[in-house]
């Protein structure tokens, strides 16, 4: 039963190169979330998907996109890495649109230099 | 617009006493909570949460957390704490459709032995 995964755990870009972040979940849930999490800040909210087929953007979507593939993938995507998009992010997933919390992913720690 | 804040971001408390980490949170309607732990490098986990009902719900681990409307708050308790408890933790609120939560900064709770 793994639950949440992400890929990939660790990754260093240069300043302006681009990747994606993957996240896949096996629990059939409808929504899934990415947040970043810097010191002192929590976690913040950067784009998710209620269900199927729609996206949203959070609190701080500005240099990110997403793609909710299918039910299973939502996928994260820099796509020209700055200094300030070094953090950890964190994929979760939810059922009845989060009622009972969320089910998160082990993140994955990015350093743009 | 839904907030959470912990207003303490260390507590240390002894082995064996009483542990309290405190959250207030500000929504409109009815507020769904929730408290998730963070092991070092480990992403985070639910402990418990609250919909309705009883105003003192039990979690994970021993864990419980007190509900009070009239004071807006959400305390995380345990009535013996463990060396094993030290950890962060994090005070969440989910409000309205889509299931997107808020988080509070964190608290780091130390216990020592």
């Known amino acids: 039963n793994a639950g949440v995964t992400q890929t990939p755990k660790f990754q260093v870009l240069k300043t302006g190169q681009s990747m994606t972040l993957q996240c896949a979940q096996d629990m059939n849930h409808n929504s899934m979330y990415w947040y970043r999490q810097d010191p002192g800040m929590g976690l913040r909210l950067i784009y998710y998907s209620a269900s199927e087929g729609t996206t949203d953007k959070g609190e701080v979507p500005n240099g990110y996109n997403v793609s909710r593939l299918n039910k299973r993938e939502f996928s994260l995507r820099l796509e020209s890495a700055a200094p300030s998009q070094t953090s950890v992010y964190f994929c979760a997933s939810s059922e009845y649109q989060g009622a009972y919390g969320y089910t998160f992913g082990s993140g994955t720690r990015l350093t743009v230099v | 617009a839904q907030s959470v804040a912990q207003p303490e971001d260390q507590v240390n408390v002894a082995e064996g006493n009483p542990l309290t980490v405190k959250c207030t949170y500000s929504?409109?309607?009815?507020?769904?909570l929730f408290w998730y732990v963070q092991y070092p490098n480990r992403g985070l986990q639910f402990l418990l949460k609250?919909?309705?009902?009883?105003?003192l719900v039990k979690g994970s681990y021993g864990f419980e957390a007190e509900f009070n409307k009239s004071q807006t708050s959400f305390h995380l308790k345990k009535p013996s704490a463990l060396v094993s408890d030290s950890a962060l933790y994090f005070c969440a609120v989910r409000q309205g459709g889509a299931g997107k939560s808020t988080f509070g900064d964190g608290t780091t709770l130390t216990v020592k032995p």
């Open positions: 609250y919909i309705t009902g009883d105003n």
């Open positions: 929504v409109s309607g009815n507020p769904y």
